[in-house]
């Protein structure tokens, strides 16, 4: 009798493990804070604090707490879902799609630098990470219609985007927040994460076009299966791309290009744009009107885009809810008071280190650290003001802290389970976890090891 292979667990299995094994660590781990001043952590100033252990009740609760946490982000996905059942009904994208395709005749493979780079340009820029969860739905079929898998089109914009994170230049939510916090100004540093950008991107596109081409001759190299995933876009039969369509899909674009503008803080990267400011609550609502704007102009009825907005949202609820549950382990590690612990057995860690050796070990102890906290910018609030005070000791700038912070937070946040984008991206494109880090994990060395390299330049040359 054949014994039956092992198959990975689903993403929702895999963080409420997770959520398991932060539960218990709180049992076990100390509790402790440090003295606050204006919602920022003091170095030295660390103590014990009364035990707060999380139990069965606290485990159960941890994924409903990570929804309240999260209701912003898990609303935008929603809505990402309503506004693209109602596009894709139109026929919309089905024809813009076969019709790119056409075009391009054989030529798909540019799609993937180019696309790459835009992404990396809002990764390293202002920091475009949750963002990229509307274009999962919409690149993914077309790379799959090209003839490549899903883990292409996921790639295109997680390592896009992703590479140009880890090597933020100006990004406001990573680097900037984190460089306020250690005292040194935006620009100190950024020649260093420019050309770190230019490295990283390239290596990401390298990375990705290697794997598509392999694709492409032979199917059977894909990690899942090419075409798998429900996303896939059929071209046996060219859908008319007619002038209607080409006006959906004008407005299709604007709203995506309406969201990338809203969001970019010009004010904050001394750019003279004015800055709308918007976030989650602004976006869901822009994709609730585009919805509806579509709708009407393709000629459907009143109830017809109700059933088909909540329909799409239907199928984009999975991921809301793998968004909500990953929260909730940051929930509780918060609520059993051992986030702080952990910093603080980090700032031991570095006491009375060299140079190279102290903006390596940052770099070493910021990935464990941003498996347990996957938002940078409440990473950068809870540490940089005990590092980079720690970094003065050993002779390191404020400015290489910074770059060790966010290229830790970057590259852990491209594969680690806990980060809510790698999880709904996966989870649009049908793609087990354990695929994806049979397929990253070179590149994620690549970059570690680039990193390291990159902090030591920066030590030597300071």
């Not at 050993?394 to 060790?404: F, K, Q, R, S």
Request: glycine fraction near 12%; proline fraction near 5%.
């Amino acid at each position: 009798m054949e014994k039956p292979k092992f198959r990975m667990p689903t993403a929702y299995t895999i963080l409420f493990l997770l959520i398991i094994l932060v539960a218990v660590a709180t049992w076990i781990i100390p509790a402790g804070a440090y003295e606050y001043v204006d919602g920022v952590p003091a170095a030295g100033t660390y103590h014990e604090v009364a035990p707060n252990p999380q139990g069965v009740g606290d485990v159960l609760k941890a994924a409903f707490s990570g929804f309240y946490d999260a209701v912003d982000v898990c609303v935008f996905i929603l809505m990402v879902g309503g506004f693209l059942g109602v596009v894709m009904k139109t026929g919309a994208v089905d024809a813009g799609v076969s019709d790119t395709i056409r075009l391009l005749d054989g030529q798909e493979k540019w799609l993937i630098p180019i696309l790459m780079l835009l992404f990396g340009l809002g990764g390293t820029t202002y920091g475009m990470w949750e963002e990229t969860m509307a274009f999962y739905p919409l690149l993914i079929p077309v790379f799959l219609a090209a003839g490549y898998d899903a883990v292409v089109g996921i790639s295109v914009i997680l390592l896009g985007a992703g590479a140009g994170v880890i090597s933020s230049t100006v990004n406001p939510f990573a680097t900037g927040i984190a460089a306020g916090f250690a005292g040194v100004s935006l620009g100190e540093g950024i020649l260093l994460r420019v050309i770190q950008w230019v490295v990283f991107e390239s290596a990401a596109i390298w990375f990705v076009m290697a794997y598509a081409a392999k694709v492409k001759k032979n199917p059977s190299k894909s990690v899942v299966g090419v075409g798998a995933g429900r996303l896939q876009v059929t071209m046996d039969e060219a859908v008319p791309f007619t002038p209607k369509r080409k006006v959906i899909l004008a407005l299709f674009t604007l709203t995506f290009l309406i969201m990338i503008y809203a969001v970019i803080p010009f004010d904050e990267m001394g750019l003279p744009l004015p800055a709308l400011g918007w976030w989650f609550p602004e976006l869901s609502a822009l994709f609730l009107v585009g919805g509806v704007v579509i709708g009407l102009i393709d000629g459907q009825r009143e109830d017809e885009i109700a059933e088909t907005f909540v329909a799409g949202c239907a199928d984009l609820l999975g991921v809301a809810f793998i968004i909500g549950i990953s929260r909730g382990i940051t929930v509780l590690m918060n609520d059993g008071q051992i986030t702080d612990t952990v910093l603080h057995w980090g700032e031991e860690a570095l006491s009375g280190a060299g140079p190279v050796s102290f903006v390596l070990l940052v770099y070493l102890i910021y990935l464990p650290l941003t498996i347990l906290i996957p938002s940078s910018s409440g990473l950068a609030t809870l540490s940089v003001p005990i590092m980079a005070p720690l970094g003065q000791f050993a002779g390191v700038g404020g400015d290489l802290v910074v770059t060790a912070f966010q290229s830790a937070s970057g590259l852990v946040n491209i594969i680690t389970p806990t980060a809510a984008v790698v999880m709904g991206a996966l989870a649009l494109g049908h793609v087990p976890y354990d695929r994806w880090v049979k397929y990253v994990w070179k590149l994620i060395l690549y970059f570690l090891l680039l990193t390291m390299a990159f902090l030591v330049i920066g030590v030597v040359l300071g």
